[in-house]
C-alpha cells in the first residue's frame, strides 16, 4: 500500500496539554517511562485506518453497568453522556468506548485489589458502548469511591472511572480516566496534575448536567471527548 503523501491528517499535539511520559510524583512513571527519544512513525494507511469494532460487538445492555447481575448494586445510580469529536469537532460516530470503575466503595472486582473495602457482588465495574450519529453514548453506572494506592504516604484516588476508545483509527486511540466536579482530592492526586496545562487538565472533569439527570433514578454527568487536536482529552500515561 502507497505512502500516504500528502500533509499529515492529525495535527500535532499542542505543548502541556498531554502528561509527560515520566512524572515522578506519579511512581509508576518512573518505572515505565521511555529512557530514549521516541521514534516518530510516518503516517501511513494503516495508521489512518481500522482497526475499527462493529455495532455487534456490543450487546444490548452492555452500557448499564447496573443491569449485569441478578441485583442492583450498591451505590449513587448515576447516567454519564458525552459526546465523541475529532480535532474539529465533528462527531466521531460508532466509535466503541469501554469503561472500567471501582465499586461504590472504592473497591475493584479483580484480584490485584484486596485493600479494606467490600465487593459488590452485583457490580462487576466494566462496560461498553457504540456512539451513534452524532457521536453520542450514554453508560448507567454506579458513583465510584475513592480508594487509597500506594503511590505515597495516605494516597487516595478521586472518584473516577477510566475509558478507553480507539476512534477511527490507531492514531485516535486514547485512554484515559473521568473525574466529577468538586472532588475534593483532585488537586492532591499526581495522575490528575501530571497534565501540565490546567485548562487540559479540566477537560478531563465531568459536568454535573440537569439535563441527564433522571427523576427518582439518577444523577446525569456529561464527559464530551475530544480525540486529536488542540482541545484532545488528556490521555493517563
Ligand atoms: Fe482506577
Not at 221 to 237: A, N, S, Y
Amino acid at each position: 500500500m502507497a505512502e500516504l503523501t500528502e500533509e499529515p491528517r492529525f495535527r500535532p499535539v499542542q505543548p502541556g496539554t498531554q502528561p509527560p511520559h515520566l512524572y515522578p510524583d506519579y511512581k509508576s512513571t518512573v518505572k515505565r517511562a521511555p529512557t530514549k527519544p521516541l521514534v516518530v512513525i510516518p503516517q501511513t494507511l494503516s495508521e489512518l485506518t481500522g482497526p475499527v469494532f462493529g455495532r455487534e460487538a456490543v450487546g444490548p445492555s452492555d452500557h448499564d453497568l447496573t443491569a449485569h447481575h441478578a441485583g442492583e448494586p450498591l451505590g449513587e445510580r448515576i447516567i454519564v453522556t458525552g459526546r465523541v469529536m475529532d480535532e474539529d469537532g465533528r462527531a466521531v460516530p460508532e466509535t466503541l468506548i469501554e469503561i472500567w470503575q471501582a465499586n461504590a466503595a472504592g473497591r475493584y472486582a479483580h484480584k490485584i485489589d484486596q485493600h479494606d473495602a467490600p465487593l459488590d457482588p452485583n457490580f462487576a465495574g466494566c462496560g461498553r458502548a457504540m456512539t451513534d450519529e452524532q457521536g453520542v453514548y450514554r453508560f448507567v453506572t454506579i458513583k465510584p469511591g475513592a480508594y487509597p494506592w500506594k503511590n505515597h504516604p495516605n494516597a487516595w484516588r478521586p472518584a473516577h472511572i477510566h475509558l478507553s476508545l480507539f476512534g477511527q483509527a490507531f492514531l485516535t486511540r486514547l485512554v484515559t480516566q473521568m473525574y466529577f466536579p468538586g472532588d475534593p482530592l483532585l488537586p492532591f492526586d499526581p495522575i490528575f496534575n501530571s497534565i501540565p496545562d490546567e485548562r487540559a487538565r479540566y477537560h478531563l472533569v465531568s459536568k454535573f448536567d440537569w439535563d441527564t439527570t433522571t427523576p427518582m433514578t439518577a444523577l446525569g454527568f456529561r464527559f464530551d471527548i475530544v480525540l486529536r487536536g488542540r482541545d484532545q482529552t488528556p490521555w493517563e500515561k
